[in-house]
């Protein structure tokens, strides 16, 4: 027979406003078993678990019903102060009385019913709650990161200076990201390339670091600390152990009309290119869409000129498959082409460029060897109209509703550096509302209005248009109530950011959640914000939202001490509440094992003994790999003959609440 | 191929041409256009205001003949196609609206949006095809540079009309190349005439009118279509600045087929 404790949590007055805590407990002191029925402001607090712990003491409780908060909140803190007075952690069983009650009712009556009934089923469930001692599995002290931009170049070196193994798989032939493309970097002005490229060769160099570039992740399995990855290594065409980086491959490469993705297609590069000057690694690749050589089986060249032999037409994808204990999403961003606009002209005209664009176009390394040349004609342009939240912050479904956080200020930079090596520039720039916080940030903006005489609007433009050769663009001045249009030379469109495209599949490789706007979720918007809600996983940078460098740098940080305070564990303890199959019930149907979405079930052939002459018969049955469930109980709905079953959160305890919910 | 036809009430007064040209180049194109019995004026105007049902009606009205009838509905005017096009997605996506109006109506069956609307561009478009347009052209308008002005009220909100894009349309460019003239595009193709406002303040829808016709103009355009009789009325009465000729686009294709 049970002895059954119930503690009923005011949280304050997010309970007791709503229901009638007092009631609760007296309710569930005359359920079956239940010993010894309670209600306290904060059962979550240290005398709150002291009330906890001496009562199980005091009563010899067998079981214990917490009725308070979601268990995602607090189930930890319970189960461990009842493993303090020596009962199985497991035999607590929380009733959610405030996510799923006060919050959402505002009848107290109604609400202290409900609440009733949660605590009931509550006690009805832990009534067959058995004790479960949660195995171990051990941590692979290796650590993915997806993406090499600077979140991810960050998290890895952080990573590796403690000591830990780290792999960087990066899509593009190199690693530094968006950040390698930008020109300088505000508020501070000093630039992206400066103090990137120092990053990315420590990256390089490090010996616990090892580059994936030119790849990406083909499947995930496993869960944390034991994660198996298989990783495609896309042929360069290029064997890197030979290649010295020499660069002549890509001059005499006859195929120069390719649009050069890293100066945003401002310029050409060859069909064999490094993607810019300090690349890392700096070996070439063959794009082989754009290669006569694999069009036409002619040319070659690239090969001739090779001193080193290093041009290898043959290569083949090779996969190579990993284990890590962690895995790091630092999939970055994109900015949205803003064709969908047709009103700003960003399809028509070549001179209404994007924000990334117009940093290329300034950038030494860039197009125009960092003079300011406009796209049509290569003139310096002398009227430049900024316009600020271009897909940003919108309702349409044009639109991203977000702030991509980053446009106002780096169209501060734009104007401050336009101004400051082309003076004689008139600079204008419509926005929404200006938002500069952060160190020095809006110091920063000032002074592109009071320095620098930048013509701010506040308003947004509704066309623009040429005329006579220079670009109308028509827009409102709210602050003078009128609707004005200026000729500009050069028109540029902070347009919005969005999550890089090969997130969404990551996210499901992986398990880990996603926003509606493709964003990774993290486990606790405020005191979780770098763990995905997915054990093992964790966020770095843009893919988790819009941030500006600062931030993601914080962040990356953030995600290395998550990741190395994983790796540092030798083992971890499980979670006892997974699948088992009754041998006797069980048909070897299979259906259990296609919906594992972890491959945790298999099959063996097994004698059982059987009335008859017989004796024994050999029948085929489930077997579930304890170490590798998850628990999510997808087996348990699908077996047809009731052979599969989870501890902790059995067939029989469910219905048995049901029951309670019922009578 | 038989469709319902709703010409509209200033089709049959101001705008015949517009009317009776679509009616030639149709037949010359082997569509038949079943005028629909009995119809009545589609409101003019979409009305905004979502307990607005009675101006709903005659719309629905006749949406209902074309189901009735078991064809497709096409109209020609940009402000009946626009208005007959937003209140059949009301029909069919606003229940509020729907059991409204059917309330009032008393259909045996009730009207849920089944008829599909197409404008007579969309006919060209889609079910003519501008290819097989253009092989039917007897007369080609050669050397014509001709403005297709489409107005807002054509194009907008674009996710209900569904006819192109609202801010880089094509469809009325296409038409000219198909009766071999050259398309003029130029900015102020999708920008409003002045609409109605030339009741209130003649001088404001003036300068929008002489802005789209100056805009043409300066981008070489020698005529300008359009689809609209408002439009027609603006851009003839207020484009005062300017001497452009603007036609209904239905008139230059029968031109184009021979039968005008």
Known sequence: ?663 | MVYSYYPGCTLKTKAKDLDMYARKSAEALGITLEEIPEWQCCGGVYPQAQDEIATKLSSVRTLNSAKEAGNDLVTVCSACHHVLKRVNDDMANNEYIRTRANNYMELEEPYAGETKVLHYLELLRDVVGFDELKKKVVNPLKGKKIAAYYGCLLLRPSGVMGLDDPEDPSIMEDFIKALGATPVVYPFRNECCGGYVTLQDQSLAQKKSNKVLGSAEAQGAEMVITACPLCMYNLKNNGTEHDLPVVYFTEILAEALGVK
């Not at chain 1, 109604?110 to 469930?125: D, G, M, N, W």
């Not at chain 1, 176009?361 to 197009?367: K, Q, R, S, T």
Request: charged share 25%; proline share 5%.
């Open chain 1, 1 to 663: 027979m049970h002895k059954i404790g119930v503690f009923v949590c005011w949280c304050g007055s997010n309970i007791a406003a709503t229901v009638d805590v007092k009631a609760v407990a007296e309710a569930a002191s005359k359920e079956p078993c239940v010993v010894y029925a309670t209600d306290y402001q904060y059962m979550c607090s240290e005398s709150g678990q002291n009330l906890i712990i001496d009562a199980i003491k005091e009563h010899n409780l067998t079981g214990v019903v917490i009725c308070s908060c979601s268990p995602r909140m607090h189930e930890t803190t319970f189960r461990k102060a009842a493993q303090k007075a020596g009962l199985n952690p497991y035999m607590v069983e929380i009733a959610n009385i405030r996510e799923q009650c006060s919050w959402i009712h505002k009848d107290m009556a109604e609400a202290t019913a409900k609440a009733i009934v949660l605590a009931r089923a509550a006690i009805a469930k832990v009534q067959l709650n058995k004790p479960l001692i949660a195995g171990e599995s051990e941590v692979t002290k290796r650590c993915l990161v997806i993406g090499g931009g600077i979140a991810g170049i960050q998290t890895a070196l952080d990573v590796a200076e403690a000591g830990f193994p780290v792999d960087i798989v990066e899509k593009k032939p190199t690693i530094g990201g968006k950040m390698a493309q930008l020109d300088k970097t505000f508020p501070t002005l000093d630039c992206a390339a400066c103090i990137l490229t120092p990053r990315m060769v420590e990256a390089g160099a490090h010996e616990n670091i090892t580059l994936h570039t030119y790849s990406e992740v083909e499947e995930v399995s496993g869960f944390v600390g034991n994660f198996t990855v298989k990783i495609r290594k896309k042929a360069r065409k290029v064997k890197m152990d030979l290649c010295t980086g020499c660069g002549l491959c890509t001059e005499k490469c006859p195929m120069k009309k390719q649009p050069n993705e890293f100066n945003m297609g401002l310029d050409k590069r060859g069909a064999i290119y490094i993607p810019f000057a300090q690349a890392v690694p700096k070996v070439p690749v063959i794009d082989v869409e754009a290669c006569l050589k694999f069009k036409t089986g002619k040319c070659g060249i690239c090969s001739k000129v090779c001193t080193a032999g290093a041009i290898d037409y043959e290569q083949q994808d090779e996969i190579i498959e990993q284990k890590y204990g962690a895995i790091v999403l630092a999939t970055g961003f994109d900015q949205i082409k803003p064709t969908k606009f047709g009103e700003l002209g960003y399809s028509q005209y070549p001179d209404v460029v994007t924000s990334l664009e117009y940093e290329r176009l300034m950038n030494a390394a860039g197009p125009t060897k960092g003079h300011l040349l406009r796209p049509s004609d290569g003139k310096p342009p002398k009227e430049i109209v900024f316009v600020q939240c271009v897909g940003s912050r919108g309702q349409s479904c044009r639109d991203k509703s977000y702030c991509s956080k980053v446009c106002c200020m780096y169209t501060a930079k734009h104007a401050i550096l336009t101004k400051d090596h082309y003076p004689d520039t008139n600079i204008h720039v419509f926005y929404i509302d200006e938002r500069t916080p952060g160190k020095n940030f809006d110091e920063f903006y000032r002074r592109a209005v009071e320095q620098y005489g930048v013509d701010y609007i506040k308003g947004q433009v509704g066309k623009v248009y040429e005329e006579n050769g220079k670009l109308m663009v028509q827009g409102s001045d709210l602050l003078a109530n009128e609707q004005i249009t200026l000729a500009a030379d050069m028109v540029v469109l902070a347009a919005a950011i969005e999550p890089d495209k090969t997130a969404r599949s990551l996210g499901t490789m992986l398990t880990a959640s996603m926003d509606t706007n493709d964003f990774f979720t993290e486990a606790h918007a405020k005191l979780r914000p770098v763990e995905s809600p997915t054990a093992g996983v964790f966020l770095s940078g843009m893919c988790q939202g819009p941030k500006d460098i600062p931030e993601t740098v914080s962040q990356a940080g953030a995600a290395a001490v998550k990741v190395i305070g994983l790796l540092t564990k030798d083992k971890l303890l499980g979670n006892p509440c997974v699948a088992h199959s009754d041998e006797m019930l069980c048909n070897g149907c299979s259906q259990c094992a296609r919906v594992c979405p972890y491959g945790a079930i298999t099959y063996v052939d097994k004698e059982f003994r059987v009335p008859g002459p017989k004796r024994v018969e050999t029948r085929r049955v489930a077997v579930v790999n304890e170490a590798v469930c998850q628990g999510c109980g997808a087996c348990t709905v699908t077996c047809p003959s009731t052979a599969m079953d989870l501890k902790g959160f059995s067939n029989r305890q469910i219905m048995s609440e049901v029951d309670a919910i019922c009578k």
